[in-house]
T-cell receptor
Framework: SAVISQKPSRDICQRGTSLTIQCQVD?????MFWYRQQPGQSLTLIAT?????????ESGFVIDKFPISRPNLTFSTLTVSNMSPEDSSIYLC??????????FGQGTRLTVV | GQNIDQPTEMTATEGAIVQINCTYQ??????LFWYQQHAGEAPTFLSY??LDGLEEKGRFSSFLSRSKGYSYLLLKELQMKDSASYLC??????????WGAGTKLIIKP
């Protein structure tokens, strides 16, 4: 199993600013994922972050808006840039060791005002 | 395209049994997962099926039929704390998880 520490747990930000969310895993994992979840809805994958390579973004998400870092096998960050109220959501990081289930951080509840 | 279908909402009575169905169409199959998510919290892992049949874990069981692209999660002896959303997810040929929209389960006394 893996334990993921995600921070901040919540934040209220001014529009036009940026927020960086951090996830620390207690073991080395190859694949990490960043999701967004609107209230009452399921998970939407933003991007896949593999160590040593550029993140792979899903349709509708771009690197300029959601830059991701993956400096080593236990850490990743997601930045939400130039925020607008539409970016208000819960952001979740996840690690998925190849042959096991996915583990999640506690989530970041972002409100943009 | 890839698609996972599950009911949007279900209601059941405390102490009863409920079955949440999930059907899927994905590019390859490397396992099916069920997660529980309480409001405002991250999803937590419940069960994993990769071969056909029933996997039992306490009050929760999960069934898989790969030929039918079908799974269900069975919850027995329902408790109020089981009120949550239940997410079905399939790992495709690229080992990426494809998520269903989730089923909100409401437990009534």
């Amino acid at each position: 199993s893996a334990v993921i520490s995600q921070k901040p747990s919540r934040d209220i930000c001014q529009r036009g600013t940026s927020l960086t969310i951090q996830c620390q895993v207690d073991s080395q994992v190859t694949m990490m994922f960043w999701y967004r979840q609107q209230p009452g809805q399921s998970l939407t994958l933003i991007a896949t972050a593999n160590q040593g390579s550029e993140a792979t973004y899903e349709s509708g998400f771009v690197i300029d808006k959601f830059p991701i870092s993956r400096p080593n096998l236990t850490f990743s960050t997601l930045t939400v840039s130039n925020m607008s109220p539409e970016d208000s959501s819960i952001y979740l990081c996840s690690a998925q060791p190849r042959d096991t289930e996915a583990f999640f951080g506690q989530g970041t509840r972002l409100t943009v005002v | 395209g890839q698609n996972i279908d599950q009911p949007t909402e279900m209601t059941a009575t405390e102490g009863a049994i409920v079955q949440i169905n999930c059907t899927y169409q994905t590019s390859g199959f490397n396992g099916l997962f069920w997660y529980q998510q309480h409001a405002g919290e991250a999803p937590t892992f419940l069960s994993y099926n990769v071969l056909d049949g029933l996997e039992e874990k306490g009050r929760f069981s999960s069934f898989l039929s790969r030929s039918k692209g079908y799974s269900y999660l069975l919850l027995k002896e329902l408790q109020m704390k089981d009120s949550a959303s239940y997410l079905c997810a399939v790992r495709d040929s690229n080992y990426q998880l494809i998520w269903g929209a989730g089923t909100k389960l409401i437990i009534k006394p």
